[in-house]
């Protein structure tokens, strides 16, 4: 069964770092191009980061220098590390195998003081 699992989500401050797990099975992450999008309060849910099979990234402008994504092939999961993270990050979290949509249930990052 294909499934993608979140976690790591959770409260921080502004200024400061999350990292965001999502833990794949039924298939290799590193054959699949991998991504995580966001689900911010009023907004449509948007593609935060991308990552090819082959393993180049790419990020929006808003997230651009503070978001890098990554693979572990050996744990079969992807990554998504935060940085300098501001209230405008706040939202639902969610994985995804865009071949064949595949989609996590999302874990929530709340960005507050």
């Known amino acids: 069964q294909v499934q993608l699992v979140e976690s790591g989500g959770g409260l921080v401050q502004p200024g400061g770092s999350l990292r965001l797990s999502c833990e794949a099975s039924g298939f290799t992450v590193s054959g699949y191009a991998m991504a995580w999008h966001r689900q911010t309060p009023g907004k449509e849910r948007e593609l935060v980061a991308l990552?090819?099979?082959?393993?180049?990234?790419n990020y929006p402008d808003s997230v651009r220098g503070r978001f890098t994504i990554s693979v572990d092939s050996a744990k079969n999961t992807v990554y998504l590390h935060m940085a300098n993270l501001n209230p405008d990050d706040t939202g639902v979290y969610y994985c995804k195998r865009p071949t064949g949509s595949i989609w996590g249930q999302g874990t929530q990052v709340t960005v507050s003081s």
């Open positions: 990552i090819a099979s082959g393993g180049h990234s």
